[in-house]
């Protein structure tokens, strides 16, 4: 019998410990430990990886994750009724789950993870997009990560893999574009999950580039991006001027037509203007 096997039922473990979920910690479970393991093995081979897991919950996909082979997970979870079900994870899979309860966005885990490092999470979707931006922006690259595998809702799913031209492109499109690799490789209907949100769901899996796809400053890129979707709908030379006054020199050598609008213009204008902001 495999360590999976001596573990109950997550309805179960739900009943035993009674996590009734809440809304304000964006509790949408996932109790089919069959889908778990599907979403698991989007992470690819963890034989050899540490995993970092934000949000483990009751465990669900925490127990996809160590039956497909994770050497080791960190488990952020900041719901502290989540902690008696994930200790009989542990003590399932001896020396392999360390579980911490707080805030995923005030824990550092690299003290506790060894390379090669993968991220794997099921999260109320603010807290996984600001996690997504840090992840993505570190000033220095490659990340501490291979890769992240991160469901989202799924209109932020297509924001993420979106093209120039198309309306879910922006902000999120360019920085996980640059220096990662983005697919949906999954899409949940709401009954996937207890209780079910209102919304469809998507698993994007992200694989970090050995170095960026073109050349800028994360910081600049950041900041020109922002300016320019924030008013998406205003030609650059207006949504822009706040960053340079000679800002429509700048995009004309830059080769981006200063009446351009932000959705139009592609990846690598965007990095050769937070170039040409870097001189
Ligand atoms: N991974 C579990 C699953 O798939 O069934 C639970 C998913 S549920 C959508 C999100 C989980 O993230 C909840 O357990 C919630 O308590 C936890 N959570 C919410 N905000 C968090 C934060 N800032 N840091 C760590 N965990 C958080």
């Excluded at 473990?13 to 009734?20: G, K």
């Excluded at 709908?233 to 009446?259: H, S, V």
Aim: glycine share 6%; charged share 25%; with cysteine.
């Amino acid at each position: 019998m495999s360590a999976i096997d001596t573990l109950p039922p997550l309805r179960e473990v739900i009943a035993t410990h009674q996590l009734s979920a809440r809304k304000s910690l964006g509790q949408n479970f996932l109790l089919d430990l069959n889908l778990t393991a599907k979403i698991a093995r989007q992470a690819g081979d963890l034989s050899d990886c540490d995993v970092l897991e934000i949000g483990p919950g009751p465990g669900g996909l925490t127990r996809g994750l160590l039956a497909e082979g994770a050497r080791r997970i960190l488990a952020i979870e900041k719901d502290p009724r989540c902690l008696p079900a994930l200790s009989e994870i542990a003590e399932a899979y001896p020396g392999r789950l360390k579980v911490i309860n707080g805030d995923a966005l005030e824990i550092d885990p690299l003290a506790y993870l060894t390379p090669p490092i993968r991220i794997a999470a099921n999260l109320p979707y603010n807290v996984g997009t600001e996690l997504l931006v840090r992840w993505l922006t570190p000033p220095d690259w490659p990340p501490f990560w291979q890769s992240l595998t991160l469901m989202f809702q799924r209109e932020v799913a297509e924001r993420i893999v979106a093209r120039p031209g198309s309306k879910a492109y922006g902000r999120l499109a360019i920085l996980a574009q640059w220096r990662a690799e983005a697919r949906i490789v999954l899409s949940l209907p709401p009954e996937a999950f207890t209780p079910p949100p209102k919304v469809s769901s998507a698993v994007v899996h992200l694989t970090a580039l050995p170095e960026p796809r073109y050349p800028a400053n994360a910081a600049i890129l950041s900041r020109v991006v922002a300016a320019a979707f924030n008013q998406r709908r205003k030609m650059l030379r207006a949504a822009l001027k706040g960053l340079a006054p000679d800002i429509e020199d700048r995009l004309t050598a830059a080769g981006i037509a200063p009446t351009e609008r932000a959705e139009q213009v592609s990846l690598e204008a965007f990095c050769a203007l937070a170039r040409e902001l870097d001189r």
